[in-house]
């Protein structure tokens, strides 16, 4: 079983702080997955991968598959950015994901 | 695309009633995923469909809880008799082999 920890599990930081949220993983994986929660609301995939690093705006996600670790950055902190972080991991030959625990982050104006 | 879709969003229902949760999975997505939300568990895969076909069930609580998927468009979770404890977030997702995962804006059960 994959066990997946998030660090940490709350960050609350100024509005326009670099954010760094970071996601551990004991087994390797086909493909690591992050997914945004705002309070209240539905699960958005942000990132899907498997190598290396993807950005999408102000998000950029990276992973290192020999230290099994992965990381999400977000630059130019905004609030609209507040929201639970969740960090899922996919094992070869699996559907199923496992998820951590999830970090909250919360952007002060 | 209208994304996973999924009803009711807020159900209030006393214990020992019948709940039945829907989902529409994303057209051309063949892997269809129910899962449950607690403050004190977080994220829980219960069941996971592929082409229809229940593929892994073990994370389904008890035998109160079934879950179907008559066709590629359409995928239930009943829970029979509800107790209290199995208040949570339903979710359900969906995702074309090796694509990234979408899920639905979640059932909000609250059992009294």
């Known amino acids: 079983k994959n066990e997946v920890e998030q660090s940490p599990q709350n960050l609350t930081a100024q509005e326009g702080e670099f954010i760094t949220i970071n996601c551990s993983y004991s087994?390797?994986?086909?493909?690591l997955h992050w997914l945004q929660q705002h309070p209240g609301g539905g699960i958005v995939s942000l990132f899907m991968?498997?190598?290396g690093k993807k950005k999408h705006g102000r998000l950029i996600a990276t992973i290192n598959i020999q230290e099994k670790h992965s990381s999400l950055h977000i630059t130019a902190s905004h609030p609209r950015d507040s929201a639970v972080y969740i960090c899922?991991?996919?094992?070869?030959?699996?559907?199923?994901?496992?998820f951590g625990t999830g970090t909250r982050l919360t952007i002060i104006p | 695309d209208a994304g996973v879709i999924q009803s009711p969003r807020h159900e209030v229902t006393e214990m020992g009633q019948e709940v039945t949760l829907r989902c529409k999975p994303i057209?051309?997505?063949?892997?269809l995923f129910w899962y449950r939300q607690t403050m004190m568990r977080g994220l829980e895969l219960l069941i996971y469909?592929?082409?229809?076909?229940?593929?892994?069930d073990s994370g389904m609580p008890e035998d109160r809880f079934s879950a179907k998927m008559p066709n590629a468009s359409f995928s239930t979770l009943k829970i029979q008799p509800s107790e209290p404890r199995d208040s949570a977030v339903y979710f359900c997702?969906?995702?074309?082999?090796?694509?990234?995962?979408?899920f639905g804006e979640g059932s909000w059960l609250t059992v009294v």
């Open positions: 997702a969906s995702r074309s082999s090796g694509n990234t995962i979408y």
């Open positions: 087994v390797g994986i086909s493909a």
């Open positions: 991968l498997s190598s």
């Open positions: 899922a991991v996919a094992n070869f030959g699996n559907e199923k994901l496992t």
């Open positions: 057209s051309g997505h063949n892997s």
């Open positions: 469909f592929n082409n229809n076909v229940p593929i892994d």
